[in-house]
């Protein structure tokens, strides 16, 4: 297998990824057993492309192959960088480094940091790298279809602003779409077979509750209510009286109210008090479904996370080490 990968490796030198690709596909059949993963990289110094390939056989660990031409770019030279590459962008002279922008937005969207997502879908496309997903032209263009519909691009001028806003092209915004199918399926591919024995293990964590939710103005306006409650007061007499209380009746998943029965009346947030009203087992039904793949494929992304070298090029260690 190593002097067929190797005759392979060399055979790259002046292809571009798409056709490097390829061959390696043509590696894979003839060595279905292996695992194989393409790394390149293009210097800015002469435009070349250096190619390095990763063969993983199950237990045996990872074997790197490497091959440089005799004209290729000498190694001291590989990976230099320019100043330019920690500027994200440039407004009326004002430089805006990555490190800054990443941190903004990490602000912004704290509910889901955004440097845990750009590590998932470096995990996701690592797997890719390993195990390709094929795409029909038919299915990338069935993808880009329902793309533009949830995103109300029903036109081509529309579809064309919006691109235009962003700096894409035609082939960008099928190479994202494209990425975004196969991301899909790696999801789906982790997650078969594991769904089901997720759910009956854990099937207490995904039953439901209807309840009465009452949000207070304020925290002490909820204990002054919890206290009412406790002396006899009904909770809907209650909630009718209270000033600036607000009532909803919703479904919420059974973990939140804990070991609460049907009438108990219990207080997950410091100006909230919620009134059980009914308890339902867990069904494995498609809402169900969607929940147990998506711990599942979190799952996975921790596990590999865990097991992967992270490697952050902007910010400082004290800021990306715990990440």
């Known amino acids: 297998m190593l002097p067929d990968a190797l005759e392979t490796l060399r055979g790259l030198d002046g292809l571009d990824p798409s056709e490097a690709q390829e061959r390696l596909r043509e590696l894979r059949e003839r060595h279905p057993g292996v695992r194989f993963r393409l ?3 293009r210097e800015d110094y002469d435009d070349s492309l250096h190619y390095d390939l990763l063969i993983k056989r199950p237990g045996e660990g990872t074997v790197s192959l490497s091959w440089s031409p005799d004209r290729a770019l ?21 430089g805006v480094k990555v490190v800054d922008a990443v941190a903004w937005l990490d602000f912004l969207w704290d509910e889901a940091r955004l440097v845990d997502r750009i590590v998932a879908a470096a995990l996701v496309q690592a797997e890719l790298e390993e195990a390709p997903v094929e795409l029909s032209d038919h299915e990338i263009q069935e993808a880009v279809d329902a ?25 960008d915004l099928q190479e994202l779409v494209a990425g975004e199918v196969a991301a899909a399926r790696v999801r789906e591919r982790v997650t078969a077979g594991r769904v089901e024995p997720y759910f009956e293990e854990h099937r207490e964590e995904f039953g439901t509750a209807r309840v009465a939710r ?8 909820a204990r002054r209510a919890a206290a009412e409650i ?27 109210i804990g070991t609460a029965r049907p009438g108990d009346v219990v207080s997950p947030a410091p100006d909230v008090l919620l009134k059980v009203i009914s308890v339902a087992g867990a069904e494995l039904d498609a809402d169900t479904r969607r929940r147990v793949e998506r711990r599942v494929f979190d799952r996975w992304i921790d596990e590999r996370r865990r097991a992967a070298k992270i490697e952050w090029f902007w910010g400082t260690t004290a800021r990306t080490g715990t990440r």
């Open 74 to 94: 000498p190694w001291p030279l590989r990976g230099v960088q320019r100043a330019g590459e920690m500027l994200l962008l440039r407004i009326d002279g004002v």
């Open 147 to 171: 793309f533009r519909r949830a995103r109300g691009l029903l036109t081509a001028e529309r579809t064309r602003e919006w691109m235009d806003r962003r700096s894409l092209t035609v082939v």
């Open 230 to 256: 406790d002396a006899g007061a009904g909770f809907f007499a209650l909630a009718e009286r209270t000033r600036g209380a607000r009532l909803v009746v919703e479904d919420v998943p059974a973990a939140e």
């Open 39 to 41: 790394l390149w990289q």
């Open 214 to 221: 009452l949000t207070f103005p304020g925290s002490e306006a």
